[in-house]
Each structure stands twice: as C-alpha cells, then as structure tokens.
C-alpha cells in the first residue's frame, strides 16, 4: 500500500542516486506542485538545487516577497528574480489571449534561461509535473489544451538541452498534498487554490498596464482576504477577480462617474476540468462588493460570474 513515508523515503532515495552529485535548477511559482516537488529534490541534494522563483508582474498583491520568504524560511536555495518590466514590455497592445498567454510563456522560458546560465555546469530542470498533467499534456482528457497553450509542462527542456526531474509525475494533486504533509510544508502553501502561470495576465481583459495590474490586485486581494475571514477561502477550489475591459455608469455624491467593472469569479471543482461557480452567501458577496467600490479607485461596479465550465473556462481569456 501506497504511504507518503514511504513515498517520500523511496523518492529521496531514487533522487539521490539518480542526481548524485550533478547540479539541478527548478522554476518556483508558490503553487503546491512546485513547492512539494523542489522540496524532495532538496532533500536528496541540498544545495546543488537552484532555485528560481520569478517576478513576472502579473502576481498577486504582495505574493512575490511573501512566497520568496517562505522558501527562505524553508531553507531552499533560491533566488528571486524581478522580471517586471521585461513582462510588461513584452505584453505592451497585446489583447489577443492567445497572443498574450504565448508572450508570457516565451518571456518566462528567456528570463529562466539566462538565469539558469548563471549557474555553472547545470544539469538537470526540476519540474513539479503531477499525472494529470502527464495526461493533460498529451490532450486525452479534452480540449483544454488546444484551447488555451498552458506553458508549464514542456517548452522549457528543449531550449536548454537539461535533462528532466519530475519526482512527482505518478502522483495526483491530493497525494501531492498528502507528502507535502508529511515533509512539514507549511499548510498555507499546501492549501493554496490553483493560480495559473499566466497569472493576473488572463484576468485582465484586453491589454495588460502596471496601472490595471495594480487595480486587480488590490480587488483580488480584498475577494481572497474575505474568503479567508469567513473561512470559506479552503470551502471553493479557486477564486480570483478578472478585470474587464467596461466602463458603466455610477454616481458619487453630485458627480457621475465612468468607471471600470470587475466580475469576480469563484468554482466548486475537483479536478479544474468541470467546475460549477460558487454559491457564494449573498451577504458575503454584498460586503465585498461594497468593500471593493469603496477602497479601489477606478472601479464603481462588482459582478459575480455564475457560469459553470462547461462551457464557461475557469479563467476568462
Ligand atoms: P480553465 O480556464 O481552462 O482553467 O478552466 C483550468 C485550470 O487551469 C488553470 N489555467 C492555467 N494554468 N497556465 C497555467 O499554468 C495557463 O495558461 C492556464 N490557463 C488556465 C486555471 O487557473 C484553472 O485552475
């Protein structure tokens, strides 16, 4: 019978043997996988893991330097790279989804890369890839592959000739929860809601600025630290605030205003591939809003998204 001990023993094991005194840079991105698997590796090698964890601008509030602590705390080797503006530059006009996902991506894999040349006699990429992916990647679970290009399975090994280490690539995400467990991860990072590469990127509809990436982090952040406050954050499987491209009408005091509309999306899932929206309490919803049109400037209208998937994606681009 499987068990995270075991599992853990038996993978530390394999890692040590397999990697021996080779060197192994890995991409963080605060999520489960990422964290669980960079974890394991560094248990076998220590410090001849590298990592990198990238600023791309497109995070949450205040998430780079929270989740770069984190890993510091945990004693991993890494390094925070603040990649902001080459993103921003990148996306600059794009308003296309697809055109902006695959900016992204390829401005990812060139930061990575040039970093990853810093580091002398590298030979490994550490990947935090789980089976659904492994599945996902060949396209037989649907068309959600075809339909958006997700970046983090591939891509990256071609271009820099690294062999790959994927310690985590028969297990599901609750098995992953289960060992990041059992390895003393921090429960916060183990209880995280999916937050796709892309980022804040696919939540801002139309062209990406600093100035709309900082409205919809402020929003975000006052959406998730509710859900957190009223202990339904672990109750849904992923939320977030998508900032659309409208303008509506409102009134403060005398003066009209031509402001921005923000939906907020929150889904029941299992898997990411069905999800149904969150039948979030009204009350709770009817204090964010308010809370939101209140302290953002720039936004005077909150819509709550109620589509399933299918056919309604989680993210909207
Ligand atoms: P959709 O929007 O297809 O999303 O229902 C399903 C899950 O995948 C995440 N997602 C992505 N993750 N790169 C990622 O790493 C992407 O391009 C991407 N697009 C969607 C989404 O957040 C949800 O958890």
């Known amino acids: 019978d499987w068990t995270p001990d075991q599992f853990v023993e038996s993978t530390v094991e394999g890692l040590k043997k397999k990697l021996g005194n080779d060197k192994v840079v890995m991409a963080l991105s605060g999520g489960v996988d990422s964290t669980v698997a960079a974890t394991l590796i560094h248990k076998a090698i220590g410090k001849n893991l590298h990592c990198i964890f990238v600023d791309n601008g497109l995070l949450r509030k205040n998430e780079f330097m929270q989740v770069l602590d984190s890993y510091k705390d945990m004693g991993l080797n890494i390094k925070g790279v603040d990649a902001k503006d080459k993103f921003y530059t990148a996306l600059k ?18 930061v990575f890369d040039e970093e ?27 068309p959600s592959v075809t339909i958006k290009s997700h970046h983090n399975v591939g891509g990256l090994p071609d271009k820099m000739k690294l062999k790959v280490v994927e310690p985590l690539n028969t297990l599901f995400k609750d098995e992953v929860r289960v060992v ?19 980022g804040l990127g696919i939540r801002i509809l139309g062209d990406i600025t600093a100035d709309k990436v900082s409205i919809l982090q402020e929003v975000d952040h006052i959406f998730i630290s509710g859900l957190r406050q009223h202990g339904l954050y672990d109750k849904v499987w992923q939320a977030g605030a998508i900032l659309t491209p409208l303008q509506a009408v409102g009134v403060m005091g005398d003066e009209r205003t031509y402001e921005r509309v923000v939906s907020l999306r929150a889904v029941t899932s299992t898997d990411g591939m069905t999800a149904d929206w969150a039948h979030l309490p009204y009350e709770f919803l009817a204090e964010i809003s308010s809370d939101i049109i209140n302290k953002v400037k720039g936004v005077n209208r909150v819509v ?14």
Not at 306 to 317: D, H, L, Q, R, V
């Open 116 to 142: 990853s040349h810093k580091i002398s006699d590298v030979k490994w990429l550490g990947q935090g890839t789980i089976y659904p992916d492994v599945i996902e990647s060949v396209s037989v679970n649907g």
């Open 93 to 110: 006009g794009l308003t296309d989804p697809e055109a902006k996902r695959k900016a992204i991506g390829k401005t990812f894999i060139d």
């Open 180 to 198: 990041g467990k059992t390895l003393g991860i921090d429960p916060a990072i183990l209880g995280r809601h999916p937050f796709p590469g892309p």
């Open 304 to 317: 709550y998204d109620i589509s399933s998937k299918p056919p309604a994606t989680i993210e909207w681009e």
